[in-house]
């Protein structure tokens, strides 16, 4: 280790102790630290030069290649209007992507570092479906993509009403902020339909920014691959997980709770799920796929589940578990709307609903699949779910055509035609 990253350890480790022992030190630490990294990058911007062909993409806070940005990045590299363009991907361990081929074409930088502000002060396009640092202010004629990462069942930004407690990681007016703040920022937000474009709008408080234009109402392109793929896709996947032939699989897919936040680690999540109870009920018949959300910091140890539990929690894209799953169970999550485009069971398994005090964009019985809140209902749904008769499925085609009927497998297209123009020259969002 350099005798500079030696000094600055030493230096955080200070800031850190005084911050924990001198009242008031910490706030006033943090303020004059993003004071200071504010001025570096005015720097940066005013030493670069604009490149309107650099794209800087991130999933995720730079946790995984995948969503939106993916989608986007991958249809660029199919369009000839792109060969000239140069891509950018911002991971926080770019070694682990160092070696996929898809990003054969892209440069890897390491996310917060030097590099990754120097390339955003000189793209003209910034494609992320998480808030960038708010330090980076997009310059004239930079174009800010927020793509988000879903539409949202449970409330968001400017729709929290209340507190979520003591336990969560920000208080609503913290949250006000944060959302009103992005929504000035971005250039254009990604909408999967007009529930979604109705519900966004208001989260990040668009009408009162004069921003409602810049919602993009064309699909989602992260679901493109939900429309594009054929029976061969589905059992190359089930044979890579290792998932038996004869079986239904069981998609569980649930998200994070505001009460559940510790400080220093993350969300948790402790699964309340009764496996054992399910293995006796349905494993002659079901697995599960169990896919936790990406910000919950918990591991899970299923070893006493094996050939019943699948944990896929680690894969950076769950497009391949909606294909290889026959059923979707989750609960608060976004994944419901994405999966509605393929027109199969939904169970809604909240069994902490007293506790969820976000409240919901929908009323429960708006959801089109059963609300369940025990285990004993969990299995029956399940199986029920199993037969879809025919009211099951027209409610599965109701949510599809109100939630998804823009997921056709062109959204990607649609949403770069209004991001470069229809001539390939300039933007036109």
Known sequence: MSALRRIRRGAKRLATTLSERVPGFGPAYRAALRYKRDLQY??????STLDPSMVVFESFVGRTYSCNPKALYEAMLRDP????????WAFKEPRDYADLPALGRATLVRFGSRDYYGYHARAKYWVSNSVLPFRMQPRERQVYVQTWHGTPLKRLGCDLSSDPGADAQYQVEEKHLWYQAEGRRFTALLSQSSYA?????SAFDLAAGGKLSAVVEEGYPRNDALHTFSDEDVARIRERLGLPEDKQVVLYAPTWRDDQHVKGVGYTLEPTMDFEALQRELGDTHVILFRAHYLIASSFDFAAYAGFVFDVSSADDINDFYVASDVLVTDYSSVFFDYAGLRRPMVFYMYDLERYVRGFYLELGDLPGPVVRTTDELVAAIRSADSRDAGSVERYARACD?????????ASERVLARLVGSDGAGGSL
């Open 197 to 201: 474009t109705e519900r966004l709008a």
């Open 81 to 88: 209007r792109f060969d000239d363009f140069t891509f950018v």
């Open 402 to 410: 109100r939630f998804a009927g823009l997921d056709d497998g062109h």
């Open 42 to 47: 005015r720097a940066l911007v005013r030493r």
